[in-house]
């Protein structure tokens, strides 16, 4: 259902895009996000946007820093990362649901993960 993509490795203070590409069924009727898991932490939530008016919500930890946005006509959603910190280590998932604010309990699909690593 949701195909994302996009990590890498990157120096700190660097930036790196990650993409997820899904159906339109479900972009056009999900709220879409961006959840991370780093080794040994529980996954925690990074940022989300309503399907439907765009209203975004991020971390503390990542605001100001990353930016999420979509494009209606790919059926992707994308997580801008700028001014990376080696703490934003992580594998990143991108998450659809129905239920707003998005919590990873309310969270009806998610994507395979993609792995981002910030040297310091």
């Known amino acids: 259902q949701l195909q994302a993509s996009g990590g890498g490795l990157v120096q700190a203070g660097g930036s790196l895009r990650v993409s997820c590409v899904t159906s339109?069924?479900?972009?056009?009727?999900?709220?879409m996000g961006w959840f991370r898991q780093a080794p040994g932490k529980e996954r925690e939530f990074v940022a989300a946007m309503t399907w439907r008016t765009g209203i975004t919500r991020y971390a503390d930890s990542v605001k100001g820093r990353f930016t999420i946005s979509r494009d209606n006509a790919k059926n992707t959603v994308y997580l801008q990362m700028d001014s990376l910190k080696p703490e934003d280590t992580a594998v990143y998932y991108c998450?659809?649901?129905?239920?707003?604010?998005?919590?990873?309990?309310?969270?009806?699909?998610w994507g395979q993960g993609t792995q981002v690593t910030v040297s310091s």
């Open positions: 339109g069924r479900t972009f056009s009727s999900n709220h």
């Open positions: 998450a659809a649901g129905t239920a707003w604010p998005l919590y990873s309990r309310y969270v009806t699909y």
